[in-house]
């Protein structure tokens, strides 16, 4: 029995759900008994999931504010779709998936790019002012692409896009899914993912601990950006034109929203809030139409103060600790909270979540306030 | 004769104006331990943090077992063989006392591990994770420290942090190792245990000691040879008994 409590399986629950939805929803996707609206649901949700998950590999395991993730995603739109609208007038009909799955390619080593460039300031730049050059490089990112010429992305109409695979897209959006969470896990997982988190938690002495702490800073901007590439590219093949404005701050925004809702740290957390999120905003669109559809952009507002004030409110402590789920499944017997069991079992326990205002607020003062002078005269 | 492992030749360094630390000549053979002590802001933890590559000291040299290291930066230094702890404690707050310890077995050659290995889940990553994870243990049973080995590091009490800085540091499985005041804060009972476990740490894992410390009951007790230093220069040099009974010596600590 107590072997059965300390099994592996824990941390196989997330693949296990998302593979049994896949399998449910695919039955009927298949079957073509979905209605549109539930397979769009579908689709954005996949979209949106492995944006959270990737952003939080950058937030909450590296311990760095990025607010451009959209303008990854935005390079993985724009590229895949050209690429896909290109190959399709080549190949023609009938490769579906090989285009899909060399446009997810093309996209995806596109973004990847931006974010090795955009790694290479993260290693000099913190906190908020990492924030900054981030969600500049969003903007810029997003308008190149709205004033290039038109022949070449559309220009700010929007780059055609191609729209097959209509009622099972979500299928291949919930495998990418599956695939990015294991990939991503994986890294978290491993001797790698230790040296990233020792960085997030004192880059002084990860590096004298001999981490190579830009090796690690580059690697995970980099992989961050390559899956929001893919689901750049995902996001195009549902739409029939990719247009600039989709990838705006306030979507940066709403990925954000959803890491910190989750918890950073936590990819199960990201998913979950991921999907709670699309599904809320799907249905406040239904409710919240014509001008009020303004309000839909207050809600991100509102959740991240909500969140900043719950977690740090002294007021709210005792009740914190008492919702905590930690405290609550120590009631239910199964969990001591005092007890981290990761020796014995095979992998590792992701480390415990950091606060919102841990990242938003780290040290804005430059690593070190003095530098030695250059060189001292002896005196004769 | 036993071998020099730390050779620094007339360091110095200067931050707008103010010499923190100047004209440094010090030598330090193989399995020795050596101490570093003087008064507050006499600038010992400067002379750490100039050999551990921090700071890029303004004048001199300083060599590794006769590679000269001065200018290189701390990853590099590390891998040649300096580790260090920190007066200010700093560990990995967030993960548990094992895994920092994991940490620091990181770079080591026989923990070798692509990114892709582990990504994918290859036979080697388990391999490499179990092997690492034996190591610490064997390592945070040395420091005493097995028993809170899935703990966050962060709730240690003060005396075992201190502990842990050393484990850690340890695991890079340096040739040099720097302890920054390591019992500063513990009560009596602890600063014995520690110096029981700094002997033993020399013993096992065959490391030269350097250490800084206020406390002269233990430097005395432990420190085969000594620097004083005071205001950045050295007031005395050489084995531990006739450096401390040193009048300049003795002056700067009493005042006057
Ligand atoms: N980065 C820096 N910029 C300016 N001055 C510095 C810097 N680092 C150290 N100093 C100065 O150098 C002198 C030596 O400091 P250091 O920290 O080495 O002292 P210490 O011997 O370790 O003292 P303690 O026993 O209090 O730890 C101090 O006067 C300090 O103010
Ligand atoms: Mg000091």
Redesign the pocket.
């Known amino acids: 029995m107590s072997k059965f409590r300390n099994v592996k399986w824990k941390q196989y629950v997330a693949y296990l759900l998302l593979i049994a939805a896949t399998c449910y929803f695919g039955f009927f996707g298949l079957q073509r008994s979905l209605d549109r609206i539930t397979t769009i649901l579908l689709e954005k949700a996949a979209v949106a999931m492995i944006l959270a998950v990737s952003l939080n590999l950058v937030v909450g395991f590296l311990g760095e504010l990025s607010l451009g993730h959209a303008g990854f995603m935005c390079v993985g739109a724009y590229l895949g779709a050209k690429t896909a609208v290109a190959l399709t007038a080549s190949m023609g009909p009938g490769n579906e998936l090989v285009i899909l799955l060399i446009s997810l390619l093309v996209g995806g080593v596109a973004a990847a790019v931006c974010g090795v460039v955009i790694g290479l300031p993260a290693l000099r730049l913190r906190g908020d002012y990492l924030a900054i050059v981030t969600l500049a490089f969003g903007e810029i990112v997003r308008s190149i692409f709205e004033n290039l010429p038109d022949e070449m992305f559309g220009g700010s109409l929007g780059q055609q896009a191609v729209r097959y695979i209509r009622h099972h897209l979500f299928i291949i959006g919930f495998i990418l899914v599956i695939l990015t969470l294991a990939i991503i896990q994986n890294f978290i997982r491993s001797k790698h993912g230790r040296a990233v988190t020792s960085i997030r938690d004192s880059e002084i002495a990860a590096r004298a601990t001999g981490i190579n702490v830009t090796k690690y800073k580059l690697m995970v901007f980099t992989i961050s950006a390559f899956f929001a590439g893919i689901a750049g590219v995902l996001f195009s093949f549902t739409q029939n034109k990719v247009q600039p404005t989709t990838f705006d701050y306030n979507y940066s925004i709403e990925i954000l929203v959803m890491v910190v809702l989750g918890g950073m740290g936590s990819l199960n957390g990201s998913l979950i809030a991921a999907l709670l999120i699309t599904y809320l905003n799907e249905q406040l669109q239904i409710v919240l139409t014509g001008d009020l559809a303004v309000l839909r952009g207050l809600m991100y507002a509102l959740v991240m103060i909500l969140l900043v004030i719950y977690r740090n409110a002294p007021a709210l402590k005792v009740f914190r600790e008492k919702a905590s789920i930690k405290n609550l499944l120590a009631k239910l017997k199964t969990h001591d909270p005092s007890k981290i069991h990761d020796d014995e079992a095979s992998w590792d326990r992701v480390p415990t979540k950091i606060m919102v205002d841990e990242v938003l607020s780290v040290d804005i003062q430059p690593q070190?306030?003095?530098?030695?002078d250059k060189q001292w005269k002896e005196e004769k | 004769m036993a071998e020099t492992v730390l050779k620094i030749e007339n360091l110095g360094i200067s931050?707008?104006g103010?010499k923190?630390?100047q004209n440094l000549n010090l030598e330090i053979k193989e399995k020795q331990l050596y101490g570093l002590v003087?008064?507050?802001?006499?600038?010992?933890?400067?002379?750490?943090?100039m050999i551990t590559g921090v700071?890029k000291p303004t004048t001199g040299t300083f060599y590794l077992c006769g590679e000269n290291l001065t200018g290189k930066s701390q990853e590099t230094i590390n891998h040649k063989g300096i580790a260090r702890t920190f007066?200010n404690i700093r560990l990995f707050n967030n993960m548990t006392v094992i895994r920092n310890v994991m940490v620091g077995l990181h770079n080591q050659p026989e923990y070798k591990c692509g990114m892709f290995t582990s990504m994918l889940r290859l036979p080697r990553h388990f391999k490499v994770e179990k092997a690492m994870r034996q190591r610490a243990k064997e390592i945070l049973e040395v420091v005493g420290l097995l028993e809170e080995r899935n703990s966050l590091a962060c709730n240690l009490p003060y005396g075992k942090q201190r502990k842990l800085e050393i484990a850690r540091a340890l695991a890079t499985s340096p040739k040099l190792l720097c302890l920054?005041?390591p019992a500063a804060g513990m009560n009596p009972h602890e600063t014995q245990e520690l110096m029981d476990i700094i002997r033993l740490i020399r013993e096992q894992f065959n490391v030269t000691i350097l250490l800084?410390e206020?406390d002269m009951k233990f430097v005395s007790g432990l420190c085969d040879e000594l620097t004083v230093?005071n205001f950045?220069t050295v007031l005395a040099q050489g084995e531990t008994k006739e450096a401390l009974q040193d009048p300049e010596v003795i002056r700067a600590y009493i005042g006057g």
Request: net charge negative.
């Open positions: 070190s306030p003095y530098t030695p | 931050f707008g103010l923190a630390v003087g008064p507050n802001g006499a600038g010992k933890t400067t002379v750490f943090n700071y007066q920054d005041e800084i206020h230093l950045g």
